[in-house]
């Protein structure tokens, strides 16, 4: 176990060293010093990496233990390439970047320690439903939305800018993977078959549906192709991991273009991000406002580097617009070349890898689809930004988890991280062995209290069949009492008083322990329940003999049982055993 612990900080160590060993070359490069402004902000962000691992080792010690070194490089690379466009811009994006760094670290402290059950998210399902769609929606609250770059997705606080949909993405993940456990049955039923093709059911088609208006909803209102795209495609992957059938994907696929053309043909923001893609060299395209500017830039950004990069410090990212956000990968590729891209492509991939591999080692259906919706959403969100620099698909406006500059960012993206950390410990979990002492006095402790509940049961039902039988000999007594009374008087009356009070064996027998209990009243004592063990009637104590029975004419009225009171197995006393 040390070993492995030792293996762990490790890793941990070698990303501090790296990303250290980047920031220090950088400014020497760039500025022939170290600036004092960064010493103690870097200083605090290792301590709180060191913070975070040792909390996880005390109350997730099972979590994934290759995805925190992974993304403090993916940070580290992040703000390196922010702090070298600073020192060309004058800006102090890479400060403020460092900031929100050591809040999404404390954040994530908190969330290791308090949630210790990822479960306990499925209560508040509906909960974080309504809360992801205020989110989602509060840019559009008046006085309070700010539009930048033609999309409406941001909230405006003072002089900071914060983009509520990184934090819906969590809360509607939460929302889906409880929903889709609950429905996985109906939803996984299949209808007609149309070129080899499993359709759905049109009654199953009601969730699809709902999730594709919101989306076009807010690709209408908010003018983001980027948010709609990655919430549409976490539902539809989520939904394709509950019920198995690529029905769900097609037809998700199908929807989304068709409800992006029909967005591109009435807004403008999106039809000139469709013909930036299409047509990014037509000077037409290059020049016009809103055109191809930025993409082309950005692509020459990544040409500029070849395969191993101008070297940290030696290049111009910051000729392309937004390079220390959304073009960001531009950056990495002209400072670091293509060596450099395949590296973060590749710690990205061992983030998704692990989740992955979390999501299909879980037991738990809830865990299982959770896990899948966040690794998903990460890769989605990858996917676009780099498709989008490279021209695989059109810009869609999103941000590189953990690289680009942006605080709502950066603390959603580390969120999510945690929470795949938290369900990773569960999957991990080692399975107690069955022939533990642990694991037998728990089965023994199960399989007792099932006892005491059967024997509780069957205590109250025969309590309740001898009430029934002793209120049947009370009617049964006044019937045979009237009928003796007509027939000899008193006499009649006085010769069943006195059998009433005879004991016979046929009698005991009738009234099966009875007579333990009456032994136990004529003594003066008060039974203890705990202490008899039968429910029998005693075989060795004499009976009254029939000849002490009263002459006349004999009533044979059966004797009225008592009720008898429950209790559990009984020792003897009196003689009876």
Known sequence: MIVTRLRQMSLLLLAMGVSFIGFFQMFERTAGTFPHEYVVPLGVVAFLFLVLWALLLKF??????????????????????????????????????????????????????????????????????????????????????????????????????????????????????????????QLAVGGKKVLGLQLPRIKDLGPIMVVWAASMGVLVIQRDLGTSLMFFAMFVCMLYVATGRKSWIIIGIIAFAAGAVVASRMFAHVDNRIDAWLHPFDAKVYNRPGGSEQLVTGLFGLASGGLMGTGLGQGHPSLTPLANSDFI????????????????????????????????????????????????????????????????????????????????????????????????????KPEPELTSDTFQYEALAVLRDHELKERAK???????????????????????????????????????????????????????????????QDDGEAPDPMETTSHLPADDVDAPAAADEPSGMHLDVPPIPPILPVSGPRSVKGGAR
Not at 142 to 171: H, N
Not at 358 to 373: N, P, Q, R, V
Not at 413 to 422: A, F
Not at 473 to 493: E, F, K, M, P, W
């Open 60 to 185: 997730q010690p099972y979590a994934s233990q290759s995805i925190l070194p992974c993304t403090l490089l993916l940070t580290g690379i992040g703000i390196t390439l922010i702090a070298r466009i600073d020192q060309q811009k004058g800006s102090h994006a890479g400060s403020r970047q460092l900031v929100w760094l050591c809040t999404a670290l404390v954040l994530c402290g908190i969330l290791v320690v308090c949630l210790r059950d990822y479960r306990v998210l499925r209560r508040f399902s509906y909960v974080s439903m309504v809360v992801g769609i205020a989110l989602l929606l509060s840019p559009m609250i008046p006085g309070l939305g700010r539009t930048i770059g033609g999309a409406r997705i941001w909230i405006g606080i003072g002089s900071y800018s914060l983009q509520p949909g990184e934090f819906a993405k969590l809360f509607l993940a939460f929302f889906f993977a409880a929903y889709l456990f609950d429905h996985r049955d």
């Open 329 to 428: 990968y531009s950056s990495v590729g002209e400072e670091l070349g293509l060596t450099g891209l395949l590296a973060v492509l590749a710690l990205y991939m061992v983030i998704i890898a692990s989740g992955l591999i979390t999501a299909m080692k879980i037991k738990d259906g809830f865990g299982k689809l959770l896990a899948s919706g966040l690794v998903f959403t990460m890769a989605v969100q990858v996917f676009t930004v780099v498709g989008g620099i490279t021209l695989v698909i059109p810009l869609t406006g999103l941000t590189l988890p953990f690289m680009a500059a942006g605080g709502s960012s950066l603390v959603a993206n580390s969120i999510l991280v945690t929470l795949l950390l938290i369900i990773s410990n569960a999957a991990n």
């Open 458 to 520: 069957s205590a109250a039902e025969a309590a309740k069949n001898s009430a029934a039988r002793r209120g049947h000999g009370l009617h049964a007594a006044h019937a045979d009492h009237a009928g003796g009374n007509d027939l000899t008087g008193s006499d009649n009356q006085t010769g069943s008083n006195d059998q009433t009070e005879a004991i016979t064996p046929q009698t005991r027998e009738d009234r099966g322990d009875w007579g333990d209990w009456q032994d136990w």
